[in-house]
């Protein structure tokens, strides 16, 4: 599913960003241009960003 229509940006694409090592709307925004142009996509990158991190941190956990 799309997040930030301006810059064709997916859950995915934000997935394998904190695979990556991003941890903070700032690098995501740095990273992908996320919620730089007309910024309607803030709140579902932030909620996105956060489930990302979630199942992130679970998973190095079980590792
Ligand atoms: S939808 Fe993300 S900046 Fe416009």
């Given at each position: 599913m799309f997040v930030c229509i301006c810059h064709g940006i997916t859950e995915e694409d934000i997935e394998t960003a904190v695979g990556q090592g991003v941890n903070s709307m700032q690098q995501l925004r740095e990273q992908l241009?996320?919620?730089?142009?007309?910024?309607?996509c803030m709140q579902f990158a932030k909620s996105t960003l956060a489930m990302a991190s979630e199942r992130y941190d679970l998973a190095t956990q079980l590792t």
């Open positions: 241009n996320v919620a730089n142009q007309c910024g309607r």
